[in-house]
């Protein structure tokens, strides 16, 4: 089967660095994806990488390593308005397999 | 402005009734996506379009049916053969189907 793995929640102090884990087991690869969902919202796109290693792009950075079926998502800086749902997502065959999304919570 | 527009936001409907869940883009899109969110799950694909007039079944499309006779529209009807209606549904667009996808605000389906 196809299955992705994210940590439920995660907790981090405003100014903090957190490190959000993704790993996965899909038939196919297409990319991966990250996306920020604040609650009762719609997911925001906030990275895609197809291949190894780390995007930066602001505050925010991913990094993958398909040989391992892992992924991260890195949050520098940590602003009060980060608190959100993370969701990584691969792209397998014909569609995206999303995970659950890791809650996100932010401590002043 | 570039978007795309789900409506209504909040909709209550008695069990056994169909309902249809508006989804407009004028992104000039061609991918379009329902899914449908639950908590503590991930996204659950319904359907999903690629092209006009053609859709495709994704891994929960039982009780559920779209249509794609325009470019900007594909809207999802909800069907009393749908055990479990109450959800979270997000209807999103691509340029293709690895791209970044654009999500609309999300209806949030009641049937009492």
């Known amino acids: 089967g196809q299955n992705i793995d994210q940590p439920t929640e995660m907790t981090a102090t405003e100014g903090a660095i957190v490190q959000i884990n993704c790993t996965y087991q899909?038939?196919?690869?297409?990319?991966l994806f990250w996306y920020q969902q604040h609650a009762g919202e719609a997911p925001t796109f906030l990275s895609y990488?197809?291949l190894d290693g780390l995007e930066e792009k602001g505050r925010f950075s991913s990094f993958l390593s398909r040989s391992k079926g892992y992924s991260y998502l890195l949050l520098k800086e940590l602003q009060m308005k980060d608190s959100a749902s993370y969701l990584c997502?691969?792209?397998?065959?014909?569609?995206?397999?999303w995970g659950a999304g890791t809650k996100l919570i932010i401590k002043p | 402005d570039g978007g795309i527009t789900q409506s209504p936001k909040y909709l209550f409907r008695k069990e056994g009734q169909n309902v249809t869940l508006s989804c407009e883009q004028n992104?000039?899109?061609?991918?379009m996506y329902w899914y449908r969110q639950d908590p503590g799950q991930g996204l659950r694909l319904i359907y999903y379009?690629?092209?006009?007039?053609?859709?495709q079944k994704g891994d929960i499309a039982e009780g559920y049916s779209v249509s794609r006779e325009k470019k900007e529209s594909f809207p999802l009807t909800v069907t009393s053969a749908q055990k479990n209606p109450t959800a979270f549904y997000l209807c999103?667009?691509?340029?293709?189907?690895?791209?970044?996808?654009?999500f609309g605000q999300g209806t949030r389906l009641t049937v009492v």
């Open positions: 999103a667009s691509s340029i293709d189907l690895w791209a970044e996808a654009f």
């Open positions: 992104l000039n899109h061609d991918a």
């Open positions: 997502a691969v792209g397998s065959n014909y569609q995206l397999i």
């Open positions: 990488n197809v």
């Open positions: 899909t038939s196919g690869f297409n990319g």
């Open positions: 379009s690629q092209i006009v007039n053609d859709f």
